[in-house]
């Protein structure tokens, strides 16, 4: 979940599949009528439309038999511009289209020579391309050149020493156009010039390439971030607002009363859903915008959205449909709000904001909820340092002292009726999710007899653990500061939490107190050829955390406080199959270590994995630049355990042989 | 823009002129692309007090910026509805809210004058000079220089 892979890539549309219609029109078994000739078209999905036009009518009305193939081709490739995106209407049809009405002239006259070789469209991380090709003759490189000159663009002795591409280029060149002669099918007046200006100021390119007698070949590339997404329209104190569908997980409409209600622990309000505690903030007072008007704090719309491995709800006024909309960048002077994106003209021309959920999950990991921070006048007490806060459920087991876990590694907050705990060979077990749960009890706590028990739920690939505690406090952001060191088994070390000195439990040390086979169960053997690991990481909160769970699933650990130790540990000599390490740290961070170590010949190919609280795609971009192999959320231990393995399965392969 | 140091004896600059809060500025026409009606703004939460909003002119998201905010004025209370200048910088385009268009004037760039001492300070970080009119004063707008919006630190 939290876990992406660098390397796969992002499936932001579903890929298309035109073979069937490029048959259909190329073979021409079917020829459009022209009354069905809308500018229609839905989106990647549903991308059968018709874009095929007005042109087609245009074009088909006086176009001769030996144009028809034209036509069809014509067809196809609107078509394709089409799906493309939304802008395709805008610009890339446009293009494609005027694109056709010169190049035909430029190269045949005779139409019916024109073969489609291939029209494929594809898409990477970044960018999304078409590609059109045809086995026609080619550019009329003398012609071009013939024009060049006449048009003062470059000199005869200058042209001898331009390559054919080069010469090419030309035809991009403003007022460019060798058709004799304005007819339906091109030189229309509108030349190569203002496609490229118009693929240009979308921040795409055009590549021609043409060889005479052979054919030539079209490719424009779009970026990706301008692509069409499939957002959800919400209301919120009188504004709407979108909200991408790829993180949405579900809308909850939530009551007082119902299944799904918002309750409070203290006051960070939170969702119960599906026994699932989520954060809940209001999107108007994330945004500073709250009229006023009452929102009810119990009901409302939950859009329960997903970020990396966090879940939380935006509660919002309203929602209202889902619409395909064409992301435009924000303004530079908006660029700087966190909290959106971009921004997009809804099909009724009002521009609208759309919200990123990153820059949420990054408000809720920051600052808490934000409902907390106006209720709470105390709240601007602690004022957001810009440090790197955690969110950490606080509770009482045990002792007076309050303890504390890092949120995110907890899976469920319960509350269960003593009577259906049981007491099996000496242990306490509960039927939980038609599994029985082991509870695990820290030293100096009692299970309860009477009412309910509080317990957190730690769950892992299909099993649970319960841990028993006396009370569940709070959830505190704070920065995670341990001070002193545990000396107690499981406990951590103690840390200043809300004032109080609390300790912070090491939640792998009673996950094996249920399943013994925790962390050694399923891939993690302990092999025989053990790989070792280079863990680095400023906070040895995590170094204390994540070693032991490395160890346990079978790796030899060195931790390394910083970048700069890492450095030195790699050139030691000792040997390490893979790096981990942190983002986030001072001196030199973790983007530019994997830099550091990419760009040092004998690490050149060491795997590295970043290991961060801050999942985004613009983070995990900006690790793949760096050199990294994978991206793992800081809580995301089966996530982490995969990706070791994936990282080393090569060399023990290696090792096999 | 032209500096006082190369204008030549007899050069005229054209300016689109607007009134904002009773005073009258002038935009220099090459950097002036339309002027047109600011219609269903839609405001940015979080912004700077000085964006108004954006707004879609044909297809384009256009982020309008309130010149009486960015001028230190108050808000207009006449209930007349404003009206925008657009520009561009750097393939961006902007709204600049004015309260009145009013005409071209084809001035003198010899005529043009420093910014006097006592100009209000937020006015004239602005201002690239004034022209004295007949009975008024004509403040010359620095496109650039009300483009550069610092975002509010509490938004940001």
């Given at each position: 979940?939290?876990?992406?892979?660098?390397?796969?890539?992002?499936?932001?549309?579903?890929?298309?599949?035109?073979?069937?219609?490029?048959?259909v029109?190329?073979?021409?078994?079917?020829?459009?009528?022209?009354?069905?000739?809308?500018?229609?078209?839905?989106?990647?999905?549903?991308?059968?439309?018709?874009?095929?036009?007005?042109?087609?009518?245009?074009?088909?009305?006086?176009?001769?038999?030996?144009?028809a193939?034209?036509?069809?081709?014509?067809?196809?490739?609107?078509?394709?511009?089409?799906?493309?995106?939304?802008?395709?209407?805008g610009?890339?049809?446009?293009?494609?289209?005027?694109?056709?009405?010169?190049?035909?002239?430029?190269?045949?006259?005779?139409?019916?020579?024109?073969?489609?070789?291939?029209?494929?469209?594809?898409?990477?991380?970044?960018?999304?391309?078409?590609?059109?090709a045809?086995?026609?003759?080619?550019?009329?490189?003398?012609?071009?050149?013939?024009?060049?000159?006449?048009n003062?663009?470059?000199?005869?002795?200058?042209?001898?020493?331009?390559?054919?591409?080069?010469?090419?280029?030309?035809?991009?060149?403003?007022?460019?156009?060798?058709?004799?002669?304005?007819?339906?099918?091109?030189g229309?007046?509108?030349?190569?010039?203002?496609?490229?200006?118009?693929?240009?100021?979308?921040?795409?390119?055009?590549?021609?390439?043409?060889?005479?007698?052979?054919?030539?070949?079209?490719?424009?590339k779009?970026?990706?971030?301008?692509?069409?997404?499939?957002?959800?329209?919400?209301?919120?104190?009188?504004?709407?607002?979108?909200?991408?569908?790829?993180?949405?997980?579900?809308?909850?409409?939530?009551?007082?009363?119902?299944?799904?209600?918002?309750?409070?622990?203290?006051?960070?309000?939170?969702?119960?859903?599906?026994?699932?505690?989520?954060?809940?903030?209001?999107?108007?007072?994330?945004?500073?915008?709250?009229?006023?008007?009452?929102?009810?704090?119990?009901?409302?719309?939950?859009?329960?959205?997903q970020?990396?491995?966090?879940?939380?709800?935006?509660?919002?006024?309203?929602?209202?449909?889902?619409?395909?909309?064409?992301?435009?960048?924000m303004?530079?002077?908006?660029?700087?709000?966190?909290?959106?994106?971009?921004?997009t003209?809804?099909?009724d021309?009002?521009?609208?904001?759309?919200?990123?959920?990153?820059?949420?999950?990054?408000?809720?990991?920051?600052?808490?909820?934000?409902?907390?921070?106006?209720?709470?006048?105390?709240?601007?007490?602690?004022?957001?340092?810009g440090?790197?806060?955690?969110?950490?459920?606080?509770?009482?087991?045990?002792?007076?002292?309050?303890?504390?876990?890092?949120?995110?590694?907890?899976?469920?907050?319960?509350?269960?009726?003593?009577?259906?705990?049981?007491?099996?060979?000496?242990?306490?077990?509960?039927?939980?999710?038609?599994?029985?749960?082991?509870?695990?009890?820290?030293?100096?706590?009692?299970?309860?007899?009477?009412?309910?028990?509080?317990?957190?739920?730690?769950?892992?690939?299909?099993?649970?653990?319960?841990?028993?505690?006396?009370?569940?406090?709070?959830?505190?952001?704070?920065?995670?500061?341990?001070?002193?060191?545990?000396?107690?088994?499981?406990?951590?070390?103690?840390?200043?939490?809300?004032?109080?000195?609390?300790?912070?439990?090491?939640?792998?040390?009673?996950?094996?107190?249920?399943?013994?086979?925790?962390?050694?169960?399923?891939?993690?053997?302990?092999?025989?050829?053990?790989?070792?690991?280079?863990?680095?990481?400023?906070?040895?909160?995590?170094?204390?955390?994540?070693?032991?769970?490395?160890?346990?699933?079978?790796?030899?650990?060195?931790?390394?406080?910083?970048?700069?130790?890492?450095?030195?540990?790699?050139r030691?000599?000792?040997?390490?199959?893979?790096?981990?390490?942190?983002?986030?740290?001072?001196d030199?961070n973790?983007?530019?270590?994997a830099?550091?170590?990419?760009?040092?010949?004998?690490?050149s190919?060491?795997?590295?994995?970043?290991?961060?609280?801050?999942?985004?795609?613009?983070?995990?971009?900006?690790?793949?630049?760096?050199?990294?192999?994978?991206?793992?959320?800081?809580?995301?231990?089966?996530?982490?355990?995969?990706?070791?393995?994936?990282?080393?399965?090569?060399?023990?392969?290696?090792?096999?042989? | 823009?032209?500096?006082?140091?190369?204008?030549?004896?007899?050069?005229?600059?054209?300016?689109?002129?607007?009134?904002?809060?009773?005073?009258?500025?002038?935009?220099?026409?090459?950097?002036?692309?339309?002027?047109?009606?600011?219609?269903?703004?839609?405001?940015?939460?979080?912004?700077?007090?000085?964006?108004?909003?954006?707004?879609?002119?044909?297809?384009?998201?256009?982020?309008?910026?309130?010149?009486?905010?960015?001028?230190?004025?108050?808000?207009?209370?006449?209930?007349?509805?404003?009206?925008?200048?657009?520009?561009?910088?750097?393939?961006?385009?902007?709204?600049?809210?004015?309260d009145?268009?009013?005409?071209?004037?084809?001035?003198?760039?010899?005529?043009?004058?420093?910014?006097?001492?006592?100009?209000?300070?937020?006015?004239?970080?602005?201002?690239?000079?004034?022209?004295?009119?007949?009975?008024?004063?004509?403040?010359?707008?620095?496109?650039?220089?009300?483009?550069?919006?610092?975002?509010?630190?509490?938004?940001?």
């Amino acid at each position: 979940m939290a876990r992406r892979n660098i390397h796969s890539k992002k499936k932001f549309i579903d890929p298309l599949k035109l073979d069937g219609l490029f048959d259909v029109l190329v073979n021409e078994s079917i020829r459009p009528k022209p009354a069905d000739v809308l500018y229609h078209y839905t989106d990647w999905n549903g991308a059968r439309g018709i874009l095929l036009g007005q042109h087609f009518w245009e074009t088909a009305h006086d176009c001769t038999n030996d144009e028809a193939e034209l036509v069809s081709a014509h067809s196809v490739i609107l078509e394709v511009a089409g799906t493309l995106r939304k802008e395709a209407h805008g610009v890339v049809a446009a293009t494609l289209d005027l694109f056709l009405r010169s190049y035909p002239r430029l190269q045949v006259n005779k139409l019916k020579t024109i073969y489609l070789a291939c029209f494929t469209l594809a898409k990477d991380d970044r960018e999304q391309w078409g590609k059109y090709a045809d086995n026609g003759r080619g550019l009329n490189t003398e012609r071009i050149k013939a024009k060049a000159i006449q048009n003062g663009l470059v000199s005869e002795a200058d042209l001898e020493k331009m390559t054919e591409a080069q010469i090419h280029k030309f035809i991009f060149a403003p007022g460019f156009s060798t058709a004799a002669a304005v007819t339906s099918v091109s030189g229309r007046g509108v030349g190569m010039d203002v496609v490229r200006t118009n693929i240009d100021q979308i921040g795409g390119t055009i590549d021609i390439k043409s060889v005479a007698g052979e054919g030539s070949s079209v490719t424009i590339k779009i970026p990706l971030t301008l692509a069409i997404v499939s957002a959800l329209i919400v209301e919120a104190a009188g504004d709407r607002f979108a909200i991408p569908q790829l993180s949405v997980v579900e809308l909850v409409r939530a009551r007082a009363n119902s299944e799904h209600r918002i309750e409070r622990i203290k006051d960070t309000a939170v969702l119960r859903l599906r026994n699932k505690l989520l954060p809940l903030m209001h999107l108007k007072k994330l945004l500073k915008i709250d009229d006023g008007s009452s929102s009810d704090p119990e009901n409302g719309f939950i859009v329960v959205t997903q970020v990396g491995s966090q879940t939380f709800g935006i509660v919002v006024d309203g929602v209202f449909h889902t619409e395909e909309i064409v992301v435009k960048p924000m303004s530079t002077k908006l660029r700087h709000i966190d909290m959106f994106s971009g921004n997009t003209i809804l099909g009724d021309g009002a521009v609208i904001m759309i919200i990123d959920p990153n820059g949420i999950a990054k408000a809720l990991g920051a600052s808490g909820s934000a409902s907390r921070d106006l209720a709470d006048d105390n709240a601007a007490g602690h004022a957001i340092t810009g440090e790197q806060l955690t969110s950490l459920l606080v509770f009482r087991a045990g002792s007076s002292q309050p303890k504390a876990v890092p949120l995110g590694l907890v899976t469920r907050l319960e509350e269960i009726a003593t009577d259906k705990i049981e007491l099996s060979n000496g242990r306490y077990m509960v039927q939980y999710r038609e599994q029985l749960m082991p509870l695990v009890q820290m030293d100096g706590v009692t299970v309860q007899t009477t009412g309910s028990q509080p317990i957190l739920v730690f769950a892992d690939d299909g099993r649970s653990m319960g841990l028993v505690v006396d009370e569940i406090i709070d959830i505190v952001e704070e920065r995670l500061h341990i001070e002193v060191a545990g000396s107690q088994s499981g406990i951590l070390g103690s840390a200043v939490i809300k004032g109080l000195a609390t300790e912070v439990i090491d939640v792998g040390h009673f996950l094996p107190m249920a399943f013994a086979d925790w962390f050694s169960r399923k891939e993690m053997r302990p092999s025989m050829s053990s790989q070792s690991v280079l863990l680095v990481d400023d906070s040895a909160f995590f170094r204390n955390m994540l070693a032991p769970v490395l160890k346990a699933a079978g790796y030899k650990v060195r931790v390394a406080p910083n970048a700069q130790e890492g450095l030195t540990a790699l050139r030691s000599g000792q040997v390490f199959d893979v790096v981990l390490t942190d983002i986030e740290m001072p001196d030199m961070n973790g983007f530019e270590f994997a830099e550091t170590i990419r760009a040092d010949q004998h690490l050149s190919s060491m795997p590295i994995i970043a290991l961060s609280s801050m999942v985004s795609p613009a983070a995990i971009e900006r690790g793949r630049q760096a050199g990294f192999h994978d991206y793992v959320a800081k809580f995301d231990r089966p996530g982490l355990i995969a990706a070791l393995k994936e990282q080393t399965a090569a060399p023990e392969i290696r090792r096999a042989a | 823009m032209t500096t006082k140091t190369d204008t030549i004896e007899g050069t005229v600059a054209e300016y689109v002129t607007a009134f904002i809060g009773g005073q009258l500025f002038g935009l220099p026409i090459s950097r002036v692309q339309d002027v047109f009606m600011p219609e269903r703004l839609t405001r940015v939460p979080l912004s700077s007090a000085e964006i108004a909003g954006v707004l879609n002119l044909r297809g384009r998201i256009v982020t309008v910026v309130d010149m009486r905010a960015r001028l230190g004025l108050p808000k207009n209370d006449d209930g007349k509805l404003p009206m925008a200048v657009g520009v561009d910088l750097r393939g961006e385009s902007y709204g600049l809210l004015i309260d009145q268009i009013g005409e071209v004037l084809k001035l003198r760039e010899d005529s043009r004058e420093e910014n006097p001492v006592n100009l209000d300070p937020r006015m004239a970080k602005l201002a690239g000079g004034v022209h004295r009119l007949d009975g008024q004063l004509m403040v010359v707008l620095d496109v650039d220089r009300v483009l550069e919006i610092v975002p509010d630190l509490k938004a940001a």
